[in-house]
């Protein structure tokens, strides 16, 4: 056990001296703002990784408290102990991995598909009022077309030193769409999770079904595409097209979920670069992920997605 280890255990005995600390398990990387540590498979600590990333256990503990009245599946319940900690609930289950998916059977591909729309369609339509007058914002991804476009340029002055002429041009195929239609990123804003990636959606390997969706640290309102991409990205254009049959998908909604997908491993490198060029390594962490993704403007009804 090392120091920081230690710290956290007698932060945690501070706070709940009547807990019993007998079995604990530290997870320091996958947290993308905050530590974690699992307290005898039933509560789970969070602690910010750094002074600015505190803001983000707030948003999670805020969002989660909200949107508990708005959502079926089980979600965790959360504490905000102090500014850099949170306390939640533990909810059984395992990352809904790509290969976990891929081997359950027809029927329950479908119902988790139908499970994962369900959520979207319940967190989507919340009433932006209603979310607004309860003190939530905007998500951290919810960026104008100006900041998009000046995140691209700056993502290829950083990157193309280290990219081939391939590369370059398979960058700038998926840029183009979004940079030449000037009403690419029109959406109205919805409340979005942020980051709905496999390792926040839990899966029940008992009963066959998602347990639980946890990690809303990124939560707020956004395009609802961001959601979308980030399931395409990592679960496959397959399982969308089954999603969609529940959640319709519009052809807009889309290619904005396509582009999102496409650009999250553009954006990783373009930190990695900053890493090379500071020789900070210290957030360096190597992402692993599956690839069905169609091209930018081909619908499903076209019948080659």
């Known amino acids: 056990m090392n120091s920081s280890e230690v710290k956290y255990i007698e932060l945690i005995k501070s706070k709940y001296p009547q807990l019993d600390l007998s079995k604990i398990e530290f997870n320091k990387t996958d947290g993308s703002y905050s530590f974690i540590a699992i307290v005898n498979n039933d509560v789970v600590f969070k602690f ?3 002074d600015w990333s505190a803001a983000f256990l ?12 708005f959502i079926t599946l089980p979600l965790p319940d959360v504490e905000l102990v102090d500014q850099n900690m949170s306390r939640h609930s533990f909810i059984k289950g395992a990352p809904l991995y790509r290969n976990t998916l891929l081997k359950l059977d027809y029927h329950t591909q479908e119902s988790i598909a139908r499970q994962i729309a369900t959520f979207m369609n319940q967190l989507h339509t919340i009433p932006v009022k ?9 998500s951290a991804w919810n960026w104008t077309r100006r900041e998009w476009l000046a995140e691209l340029e700056n993502m290829q002055r950083k990157i193309s030193p280290y990219c081939t002429g391939y590369v370059k041009e398979y960058l700038r195929q998926i840029i183009q769409p979004a940079v030449e239609n000037e ?11 942020g980051d709905l990636t496999p390792n926040h959606i839990l899966f029940d390997k008992t009963t066959r079904r998602i347990s639980g969706i946890i990690g809303f640290a990124n939560a707020g309102f956004g395009d609802p595409a961001f959601d979308i991409g980030m399931l395409l990205d990592h679960l496959g254009e397959n399982f969308i097209k089954r999603v969609h049959k529940y959640y319709p998908i519009s052809h807009a909604c889309l290619d904005r979920a396509r582009f999102y997908a496409y650009i999250s491993s553009f954006m990783w490198l373009r930190d990695v670069c900053d890493m090379i060029s500071t020789r900070d390594f210290s957030r360096f962490q190597i992402p692993a992920k ?9 619908s499903f009804s076209d019948g080659r997605g």
Do not use: T
């Open 130 to 138: 209603k979310a607004r007058n309860a003190g939530i914002g905007d």
């Open 48 to 50: 910010a990784k750094y």
């Open 183 to 193: 009403d690419f990123f029109k959406f109205k804003p919805v409340l979005i999770h």
């Open 58 to 69: 707030r948003n999670e503990a805020d969002v989660i408290r909200f949107i508990r009245g």
């Open 290 to 298: 599956d690839r069905d993704i169609s091209p930018l403007g081909i």
